[in-house]
Nanobody, 127 residues
Framework: QVQLVESGGGLVQAGDSLRLACAAS????????MAWFRQAPGKERGFVAA????????AYVDSVKGRFTISRDNAKNTVYLQMNSLKPEDTAVYYC????????????????????WGQGTQVTVSS
């Protein structure tokens, strides 16, 4: 079993950048596909980005394409989300998630496919 801890959230202005990190402990993170989801107040948790075990497959929600970049460093057991050109609508709690499922046997954007979740980190973007 893997445990996930997010960090890097904060309060920024529109147009600024942030980099979130998700540190995995326990079983090596290279055994898992990883993803970022986010949840704004009063809204359901939604998909942001996902990355396969070897980084060969990456997926993004349309609203962050060209602004966010997901990456991973398996040697450090860490997954990152680089967020540029932040907008007020990006304000949410960001959650890291892991799944042992094969990338080709799941929908990366499907919340129910992920077995393990972090506690979340708050990102607030002011206008």
């Amino acid at each position: 079993q893997v445990q996930l801890v997010e960090s890097g959230g904060g309060l920024v202005q529109a147009g600024d950048s942030l980099r979130l990190a998700c540190a995995a402990s326990g079983r090596t993170s290279s055994s898992y596909a990883m993803a970022w989801f986010r949840q704004a107040p009063g809204k359901e948790r939604g998909f942001v980005a996902a990355i396969s075990r070897t980084s060969s497959k990456i997926a993004y929600v349309d609203s962050v394409k060209g602004r966010f970049t997901i990456s991973r460093d398996n040697a450090k057991n860490t997954v990152y989300l680089q967020m540029n050109s932040l907008k007020p609508e990006d304000t949410a709690v960001y959650y890291c998630a892991a799944t042992s499922r094969d990338w080709y046997l799941m929908r990366p954007e499907g919340l129910s496919y992920y077995d393990t979740w972090g506690q979340g980190t708050q990102v607030t973007v002011s206008s």
